[in-house]
């Protein structure tokens, strides 16, 4: 059930909802975790860890991350009371969060490096993330088998990310791995200020384009943040509905509120984002009028 609505701009107010349900499901279990994990995030994200900078990407911020571990702690707190199988037991649980708060650690500078922002790394982020959690949890003691985990977990999270190809160590990674890659899709587009952050979104897209130079990627098939604007119903309706309902099993149900028919107030919260930008679109006419091109992708 959920408890009513969180400021995501807040990382206290965020550790402590998913603090709650961590308790709910876990009462003999770790009762530091999520204050940890969220403490090595946000030293992470300002710049205090290492030798790397604040995150200085506009849209791949920490609320987005933020956003994304409120949404995977309520989706596996809504399976685990739903009785789904296979369990995932506190142990997994535990690093599904740890996958979420990370997983857009590619986006992280080094100190040294001062040419644009991180978000020249988009093309890549999804693998500079994996290989940041590797060298992260390896450092906090971590097992091997854990750190795959995670590892593999985070490479869920691209739109179109090759969900066949991936070495799941079991089929309860699998199913976290899945549920972290909805979540990350669901967390971000059901945010009160989704439409105004596309503008964003797309600025690190012509950055990324112009820093890799590759002009047959996605990230540059976008000619303007108005043309970025247009494409995103589409790509709502052609590619995240289909990939929710079916590449990444319906985990998007366990959200229904109460399960299995009640509503889904992040769906609903979508859909709501979707209307808004149409209508936006309808009174801005002809004036954002571009060809016709594959749709928005957020990452």
């Known amino acids: 059930m959920m408890s009513g609505p969180v400021d995501t701009h807040n990382p206290g107010a965020v550790g402590a909802a998913v603090e709650r349900v961590y308790w709910e499901l876990f009462p003999d279990g770790d009762r530091g975790f999520v204050a940890r994990a969220l403490g090595w995030t946000i030293e992470c994200f300002e710049g205090r860890y290492a030798d790397y900078q604040a995150v200085d990407a506009r849209y791949h911020d920490l609320e987005h991350t933020l956003q994304g571990v409120l949404c995977l702690a309520r989706l596996l707190a809504g399976r685990h009371r739903a009785g789904a199988l296979p369990v995932l037991p506190r142990g997994l649980f535990e690093l ?33 993330s994996a290989e940041f959690a590797g060298r992260f949890m390896a450092e906090q003691g971590f097992a091997p088998t854990d750190i795959q985990a995670v590892q593999n977990m985070i490479r869920c999270t691209g739109v179109q990310a090759p969900l066949t190809t991936l070495r799941f160590q079991s089929e309860a990674e699998k199913t976290a791995g899945h549920a972290l890659a909805t979540a990350d899709l669901l967390g971000q587009m059901a945010a009160a200020d989704y439409v105004d952050k596309l503008p964003a979104l797309f600025a690190e897209f012509a950055e990324a384009a112009a820093f890799s130079g590759d002009r047959t990627s996605f990230v540059a098939s976008f000619s303007s943040a108005e043309d970025l604007l247009r494409r995103t119903p589409e790509f709502w309706e052609t590619l995240v509905k289909p990939r929710l309902r079916h590449e990444l099993g319906g985990l998007y149900r366990f959200l229904n509120d109460p399960y299995p028919d009640g509503p889904n107030e992040y769906l609903e919260r979508i859909e709501a984002n979707m209307t808004r930008l149409r209508q936006q679109l309808a009174t801005a006419g002809s004036s954002l009028e571009t060809p016709d091109r594959p749709p928005a992708k957020p990452s």
């Open 96 to 128: 599904a969060l740890l996958a979420m708060f990370l997983h857009d650690t590619g986006y992280l500078k080094k100190r040294d490096d001062r040419q644009g922002t991180g978000a020249k790394y988009t093309l890549t982020h999804v693998q500079r």
